[in-house]
């Protein structure tokens, strides 16, 4: 069964950084849009960040000019840089691969 495994996150303080990356057996990667979500404790689950097969992506105003969404198709990974993170990024980032089910998340905490 394909899987999602998402790993990067943690505890950083305001204004600092973490690279999240998520790995899948997926077949056919290079030609899947890929995204990052995430969902805040009573929140609904939001779209973070896409990245299309021909490298476009696409952000949530929210995160913009402080996140980095990127892939590498040899090695089925996708990639969130974060950086200048702030409180409102604590959350649980999930991975998205079409008809793929979600993993487990990676947790993303930001302290004041």
């Known amino acids: 069964q394909v899987q999602l495994v998402e790993s990067g996150g943690g505890l950083v303080q305001s204004g600092g950084s973490l690279r999240l990356s998520c790995a899948t057996s997926k077949s056919s990667f290079s030609v899947q849009t890929m995204a990052w979500y995430r969902q805040a404790p009573g929140k609904q689950r939001e779209l973070v960040a896409s990245?299309?097969?021909?490298?476009?992506?696409d952000y949530a105003d929210s995160v913009k000019g402080r996140f980095t969404i990127s892939r590498d198709n040899a090695k089925k990974m996708v990639y969130l840089q974060m950086n200048s993170l702030k409180p409102d990024d604590t959350a649980v980032y999930y991975c998205?691969?079409?008809?793929?089910?979600w993993g487990q998340g990676t947790q993303v905490t930001v302290s004041s």
């Open positions: 990245v299309r097969s021909d490298g476009a992506t």
């Open positions: 998205s691969v079409p008809f793929v089910p």
